[in-house]
């Protein structure tokens, strides 16, 4: 079955990018209706969705961070990636990738759940 | 973007007890409504999907119900494996947005 994992720097400086890669296995980036998703969670907080991209390399990104994000996808190594920008102590958290499910009716594309999670990376930020 | 208010934020609960979590939209998403699991140190776990479907392999005792702005989560009959936090999360617009969560457990 496709499994999701994270890979990236555990410790990032302030001021400085957080670069993750999320690679799929069993399964290809390129099949199917699927969104490639970023969500992230602060220790002992809920989550945050980051944003998507699709296999075409469309993206859609939370406002409260689309100035500080890029989303990238290569899908001949079947992997995306998410950049983050001029981080701070805030940006601490557990880093998830996810799929999310889509489905055409009609002349519709339906957003449905996200079906498989990677096991999380945490990221830290400090100097 | 929409909030989504979920509640309660806890609740203590008996095995085989019945649980009943809450999930108001500021404003209507249709069906575009999904739940998770998430246990301590895991990923989150998709249970139901557009708001009343379940998640193949998810057993039968939860379920979804609701549409535009109110939605529901229930388990029929609690098991020991269940006490973990139940997040809601919408998709139905940009930004894609998740309940505060509600952390079931044992009583």
């Known amino acids: 079955q496709v499994q999701l994992r994270e890979s990236g720097p555990g410790l990032v400086k302030p001021s400085q990018t957080l670069s993750l890669t999320c690679t799929v296995s069993?399964?290809?980036?390129?099949?199917?209706?699927?969104?490639w998703n970023w969500i992230r969670q602060p220790a002992g907080k809920g989550l945050e969705w980051i944003g998507r991209?699709?296999?075409?390399?469309?993206?859609n990104y939370s406002p409260s961070l689309k100035s500080r994000v890029t989303m990238s996808v290569d899908t001949s190594k079947n992997q995306f990636s998410l950049e983050l920008s001029s981080v701070t102590g805030a940006d601490t958290a557990v880093y998830y990738c996810?799929?999310?499910?889509?489905?055409?009716?009609?002349?519709?594309?339906?957003?449905?759940?996200?079906?498989?999670w990677g096991q999380g990376t945490t990221v830290t930020v400090s100097s | 973007d929409i909030q989504m208010a979920q509640s309660p934020s806890s609740l203590s609960v008996s095995v085989g007890g019945r649980v009943t979590i809450t999930c108001r939209a500021s404003?209507?998403?249709?069906?575009?409504l999904n739940w998770y699991q998430q246990k301590p140190g895991k990923a989150p776990k998709l249970l139901i999907y557009?708001?009343?479907h379940l998640q193949t392999g998810v057993p039968s005792r939860f379920s979804g119900s609701g549409s535009g702005t109110d939605f529901t989560l229930t388990i029929s009959s609690l098991q020991p494996e269940d006490f973990a936090t139940y997040y809601c999360?919408?998709?139905?617009?940009?930004?894609?947005?998740f309940g505060g969560g509600t952390k079931v457990e044992i009583k």
């Open positions: 996810a799929r999310g499910v889509g489905a055409i009716i009609g002349t519709v594309y339906n957003y449905y759940g996200m079906d498989v």
């Open positions: 069993g399964g290809s980036i390129n099949s199917g209706n699927y969104y």
């Open positions: 991209i699709y296999r075409s390399g469309n993206t």
């Open positions: 404003q209507t998403i249709s069906s575009y």
């Open positions: 557009a708001a009343t």
């Open positions: 999360q919408q998709t139905s617009s940009v930004p894609l947005t």
